[in-house]
């Protein structure tokens, strides 16, 4: 690969983003984000295609004791929690006027395995105004989660859980 080529790549990956998380919609009440089942690629996570799955799409693949966590990988139940992103933009509530200069959001997290600082999973567009983002069946090693706009090169706001699954960001956008 060109030199040329590996400093597009990270300008490219906002739009990669936007155009996957195209298929995410709100589904949770007021105040809640809440994504929906999106499954992951069924060319057997190889790339070269083939009738598999990658990893598990439901509970019930997962036997006894485990779950299908919201990464696809069937885990012990122990293994996850209900996470809660909740942000706040300038020390106030997300709105409609809060949120004008950055209607959609995306989300990253990072685990204490990965030792990167890109994040290992994420969603966009997350919608700003809802103020808060759940997911339910999230690993435990998913430690911290980092906000930003969508498509933008601002630096992301990152925080850690905390032992009840919860962090509070606060924007500055």
């Known amino acids: 690969m060109s030199y040329r080529r590996l400093m597009l790549a990270p300008r490219l990956w906002p739009l990669v983003l936007g ?27 190889g790339g070269g295609g083939g009738g598999g799955t990658y990893g598990c ?27 809660h992103v909740n942000w706040t933009l300038l020390g106030q509530p997300a709105s409609a006027t ?7 959001l995306q989300i990253g997290f990072y685990s204490t395995a990965s030792g990167t600082d890109y994040p290992e999973w994420g969603y966009a ?23 930003a706009p969508q498509n933008s090169y601002e630096t992301p706001v990152t925080g850690g859980f905390d032992a009840t699954g919860n962090v509070s960001l606060d924007l500055p956008y």
């Open 19 to 45: 155009l996957v998380g195209g298929c995410f919609t709100q589904t949770g009440g007021p105040q809640t984000y809440d994504p929906p089942y999106y499954p992951p690629p069924s060319d057997g996570g």
């Open 57 to 83: 799409q439901s509970d019930a693949e997962c036997g006894t004791g485990n779950v299908c966590a919201r990464t696809f990988e069937c885990m012990a139940a122990s293994a996850v929690r209900v996470i």
């Open 98 to 104: 809060t949120c004008a200069n950055s209607q959609k």
């Open 125 to 147: 567009p997350v919608p700003c105004v809802q103020g808060k983002f759940t997911i339910d069946k999230f690993p435990i090693s998913f430690t911290s989660a980092s906000l």
